[in-house]
């Protein structure tokens, strides 16, 4: 609406109107006059058009896109903490205990010791909010001083560390409470509800999937993989507490289907095979996020596509996804893993 309002439009617009007798040249003294005034209107514009996008749910962004979504009952994600297993032995080798609240570094992230799980095993969490609690393994360094610690270890992520809501995600979620309404606990309220969890990415809802008075409710987490025992349990509870009355409910991570893909490609000049292999592998599963719990098949096509627009590939032969030259089918209760990547010359 106010492209057009430019410094150099609006400042154009007022010399036309300047009597051509008189000089309108840059430097002149209409000139400098006007250009000031033409600057702090092209601002105003600016600032208006910005105004304008942020009225409304498909163009606002940051905070303003967080008042509007809430005026729909729609609250952005918090970010959590990572949760992580750590391992901890003394000097003889044997499992060790530490105490609860111990604080240990690696690579920048601290992580705090929350609950034994067993005998020198820990569940971690990570003091810093995000997903950057997923990444670090290895050894950690206690940061208080434990008597008789000999070895400590940060391993499996029990609860993955979600950053905060993206601006993208939260907008798609308010519009598919306005678009597809929910009431009295129809399939779009049970997978509202189940949105509604942090960690959860997605969910696919299948009324009367047992009969009459059953839902069935599949989910993955945020980078669109089963979910773990933990988001599963929260979908579980926050659903109890909206559901209607004598519905039975039943919330599983959604089945996974492993894909492998092997093929021969040929690569171009200064590629190597193992950088070509790692951004292939980038690429696929980008396309499997993108699919997941929204199509009935991992195309073979697709793959191949991906294949020749991975930097360094020219060409490609001998494709092959699970051992076929097929599309690969999946349950309506089914995500796609990436599993082996055998990329050769």
Not at 38 to 49: P, S, T, V
Request: glycine share 8%; with cysteine; proline share 4%.
């Amino acid at each position: 609406m106010y492209e057009d309002k430019t410094f150099e439009n609006i400042l154009n617009s007022m010399l036309s109107r300047i009597p051509d007798d008189i000089d309108k040249r840059e430097g002149s003294i209409i000139y400098n006059a006007l250009a000031p005034a033409a600057y702090e209107l092209a601002q105003a514009y600016f600032y208006m058009g910005n105004l304008f996008k942020l009225a409304f749910v498909e163009t606002s962004y940051g905070e303003y896109l967080t008042k509007l979504c809430s005026q729909y009952g729609v609250t952005r994600k918090p970010a959590i903490a990572a949760i992580r297993k750590g391992i901890f032995k003394n000097g003889s080798n044997m499992p060790f205990d530490v105490p609860i609240g111990s604080r240990f570094g690696i690579e920048g992230v601290i992580f705090k010791a929350i609950q034994k799980i067993s005998d020198g095993e820990f569940k971690m969490i990570c003091e810093t909010t995000g997903s950057i609690g997923n990444i670090p393994t290895g050894v950690l360094l206690p940061i208080d001083n434990i008597p008789g610690l000999g070895y400590a270890q940060i391993l499996d992520v029990i609860l993955p560390g979600e950053d905060e809501e993206s601006d993208e995600l939260l907008r798609q979620r308010t519009l598919m409470k306005v678009k597809f309404p929910s009431t009295s606990g129809n399939a779009n309220h049970y997978r509202i509800w189940a949105l509604e969890v942090p960690g959860v990415g997605d969910a696919r809802v299948f009324p009367l999937w047992n009969g009459p008075g059953t839902v069935k409710v599949v989910v993955v987490d945020s980078n669109k993989q089963p979910a773990n025992n933990q988001i599963v349990n929260e979908v579980v509870q926050h659903i109890e507490e909206n559901r209607p009355i004598g519905v039975n409910v039943t919330v599983v991570a959604a089945a996974q289907k492993i894909i492998n893909i092997s093929a021969t490609i040929m690569i171009a000049q200064g590629y190597f095979l193992q950088d070509v292999t790692t951004n292939f592998i980038l690429k696929v599963k980008s396309y499997l996020k993108d699919i997941a719990l929204k199509t009935s098949y991992v195309s073979y096509a697709k793959i191949g596509t991906v294949l020749l627009e991975t930097e360094g590939v020219i060409d490609y032969s001998g494709l092959l996804i699970n051992g076929s030259t097929s599309n690969i089918s999946l349950a309506e209760d089914e995500v796609a893993t990436l599993g082996n990547v055998d990329l050769g010359v």
